[in-house]
């Protein structure tokens, strides 16, 4: 397959590319940028004209439900949800049911995956074994099989001594450890952040120092074990700072934030919205001004969505007894576009961060438009507004805070190794 | 998104009544005034009056509670409602039924009102996002949020004895972090123009950035009490000890407990008062709680009155002079 994409605004931040240009596109891989390279026959040409042209956007912790609930979302139904929102990787997590502590659960993913075309499917095996934080989990015949990386999720792994060793096998096995670093005492009454509004609500708070306390911890691990480390969905201002320090020692941690931390704060929360119930909580807008701030110097690398889609039943109790998670697939792209319409980092580094940064996490090339690489395009309209109804979700979770907003933004179009896995521009031979 | 929105219907009358927050003045002062008119049904011979009747009002109550079941089931029988008490505690949530399914059921048997009590912050204002229009919701306690009834009845007894509420100084003593009853009292106390309210207790029991519902804090026992118009004495749960909150109640009596030689600090017609249950010699003295600054009782009495006023109120047949 051959395709043109033709005027439209392309943004390779990797390239330091923003220009009005057109990609070509050639046995998956991209053939040229600008000018069309010698006999290049486009088989299918697209009108990006007005529209932004940039690389595909990449997950790093989808739940994708699969096995285990099914109720609530399939590894096919969000892999189509991913590819309609322009990301082109979607990594989810092993907290199924089995769960994936050996490589014949993640067998199975795989084997989903390659039936749906859609988004390309990767997955993080467990560090312990049911996650349990106990018994190490058979991490290199996970990585055989095919593993990005190890994780424990958001479950705290108490004794450090399980931790440490954990750490450290994981540096044997080469794979990098995803940490989602929450004290599990500090944690566990909690539902939101711990602040002037959860003692008004009467909501058992999770204090800033949960958060910190536990990355303290864990980057003291790091340290001793040399493991690669990446600090998932940071939530308060203090962490950030933390990580910067640990990088300027010269330790191998990198660090995300996921979307909704911010775009909504624990003020938010103040209509017992169950949507908003997510872990790690939303805090303060002192800690969401330097988690953006953190993504404007590079001291968080990564913007993800942390999707974790929900049946009806899961969000219809009072706030607290509900589970916590939000589906965001959806509001991505026009949640990002916000942030940098609100001044908190620029488009490039919005896309940066959605892009070319989570692949440096998973130890890849791509993320780029250089010729030669995949061909993982993301195509969107900066300004379509539309409105996020239960039926404008392509995700199966329908538990998305973005409910009823009006938003702005768009993807028209999703490209996977040089295949249209998402068309809404008609686009014609 | 406030819950306040939820609480008024189109006209700014209470069709819920969930919590003080977001409620205006006029309104409490509104609750205030019909309480009063029903204050003498409850000495009369036939203790009764028509504005209910033909109504369902349920008691639904997820937690286990005797002094606001009761004065919530006589001020409904009083209106003339035909009450059902249902302790889901120990039948539904045990069969593994969902609180969205208790309510369709509710909901099909035709009551016309749920007075809800959950262990739950925010579980009214839920329950009242899920029933049929012609429901109202009134809350009972939720959780660590609010208990709208118990705050309208302590101003009720604070009007009363004080008359006005401009130049008070009151004070709410003890475990305010785990207290609905504090954060109503709180909310409604600032509203009706309180110009002093403040928070005294140890820092394990004083949540976080509490100043921001513009109350003052205060950690010392006598400095928090001295010159109080009112004291409200607040219950203090066994288990705030197990969680290490506290040493023991012998070391909480020691130094938040309310003796009479303390509450010469306050002012000289300062009144006690306390949301019951009491636990005397861990909050308060005996003396004191049985003492002539004591309005302990009162509240009780004075609990089903308000609670007919809200009542009558969310049930759209405001009191008029002419029913009590």
């Avoid at chain 2, 308000?306 to 969310?314: D, E, F, G, Q, T």
């Avoid at chain 2, 759209?316 to 029913?323: D, I, K």
Wanted: proline share 4%; glycine share 8%.
């Amino acid at each position: 397959m051959t395709i043109r994409i033709r005027g439209g605004r392309v943004i390779d931040p990797a390239n330091e590319r923003d220009e009005i240009c057109d990609v070509f596109v050639d046995h998956g891989r991209i053939a040229a940028i600008g000018r069309a390279p010698r006999g290049f026959n486009a088989e299918w040409v697209i009108d990006a004209a007005g529209l932004v042209v940039c690389p595909g956007f990449v997950e790093l912790g989808a739940r994708m439900r699969e096995p285990g609930f099914e109720h609530k979302a399939t590894i096919a139904s969000e892999a189509r949800a991913a590819a309609a929102n322009g990301f082109t990787t979607i990594v989810c997590t092993p907290d199924t049911q089995p769960v994936m502590d050996t490589p014949a659960v993640a067998e199975h993913v795989n084997q989903r995956a390659a039936r749906t075309r859609a988004a390309r499917v990767r997955y993080l095996g467990a560090l312990t074994v049911g996650l349990e934080g106990k018994v190490l989990a058979e991490m290199q015949a996970l990585k055989d099989g095919g593993c990005v990386g190890v994780t424990n999720v958001e479950r705290a792994i108490v004794d450090t001594t399980v931790l440490r060793n954990a750490l450290a096998y994981a540096a044997t096995a080469g794979l990098t450890v995803f940490l989602q670093s929450e004290d599990h005492w500090l944690g566990r009454q909690g539902a939101m952040h711990e602040g002037a509004t959860s003692t008004r609500l009467g909501v058992a708070g999770i204090p800033g120092a949960a958060e910190t306390i536990a990355i303290q911890r864990d980057i003291a691990l790091v340290a001793e074990t040399g493991v690669t480390a990446h600090f998932c969905r940071l939530s308060s201002a203090a962490s950030v700072k933390v990580i910067a320090d640990a990088r300027k020692a010269g330790l191998p941690v990198s660090a995300d934030v996921g979307i909704m931390n911010l775009c909504f704060t624990d003020e938010d929360v103040d209509g017992y919205d169950a949507n908003l119930h997510v872990r790690p909580p939303l805090r303060s807008e002192r800690d969401r001004a330097g988690l953006g701030l953190g993504v404007k110097r590079g001291q968080i690398d990564a913007i993800c969505p942390y999707h974790e889609p929900h049946d009806a039943d899961a969000k219809a109790a009072p706030f607290m007894l509900t589970e916590a998670g939000a589906s965001t697939l959806d509001a991505f792209l026009p949640a990002l576009l916000e942030c940098a319409e609100r001044g908190l980092f620029d488009l490039p580094a919005a896309i940066r961060a959605a892009s070319v940064a989570p692949h440096r996490v998973l130890g890849q090339t791509g993320g780029d438009l250089s010729p030669g690489q995949p061909a993982d395009i993301c195509v969107f309209n900066p300004r379509a507004e539309w409105t996020a109804s239960a039926a404008a979700l392509a995700s199966a979770g329908k538990n998305s805070p973005w409910l009823g907003r009006k938003l702005t933004g768009k993807v028209m179009m999703t490209i996977v190794d040089g295949r249209i896995v998402h068309d809404g521009l008609d686009a014609r031979r | 998104m406030r819950q306040a929105n939820i609480q008024l219907d189109a006209e700014g009358r209470l069709k819920h009544f969930l919590g003080i927050e977001g409620l205006s003045r006029d309104l409490l002062t509104q609750i205030l005034d019909n309480a009063e008119r029903f204050a003498p049904v409850g000495d009369r011979a036939v203790k009764k009056v028509p504005l209910l009747r033909g109504k369902t009002v349920v008691n639904l109550f997820f937690e286990p509670s005797t002094r606001t079941r009761t004065t919530f089931d006589l001020a409904a029988k009083r209106l003339s409602a035909d009450v059902l008490n249902l302790n889901i505690e120990s039948s539904s949530a045990k069969k593994g039924e969902s609180l969205a399914d208790t309510l369709r059921n509710l909901e099909a048997m035709q009551c016309d009102m749920f007075v809800v009590r959950h262990q739950t912050s925010g579980a009214a204002a839920y329950i009242a996002s899920q029933v049929a229009p012609h429901i109202s919701v009134v809350n009972g306690g939720d959780g660590r949020h609010e208990h709208p009834t118990q705050a309208m009845l302590d101003c009720f007894t604070i009007r009363r004895l004080k008359k006005r509420f401009e130049d008070l100084t009151v004070a709410i003593v003890g475990d305010v972090a785990h207290s609905r009853v504090a954060r109503s009292e709180i909310h409604a106390l600032k509203i009706l123009g309180v110009p002093e309210v403040r928070v005294v207790g140890p820092r394990t029991l004083i949540p976080p950035q509490i100043e921001a519902m513009g109350v003052k804090v205060f950690h010392r026992f006598d400095e928090g009490i001295a010159d109080a118009d009112v004291v409200i004495m607040l219950r203090l749960q066994q288990e705030r000890m197990q969680s290490a909150l506290l040493p023991s109640a012998h070391e909480y009596f020691r130094v938040y407990g309310l003796t009479e030689k303390r509450l010469k600090l306050a002012a000289k017609d300062a009144i006690v008062m306390h949301p019951g249950p009491i636990n005397r010699g861990v909050e308060i003295d005996s003396a004191v709680a049985d003492g002539l600054q004591s309005v302990i009782l009162q509240q009780v009495t004075n609990g089903i009155a308000v609670r007919m006023a809200v009542m009558s109120m969310v049930m759209g047949t405001q009191a008029v002079g002419s029913a009590a």
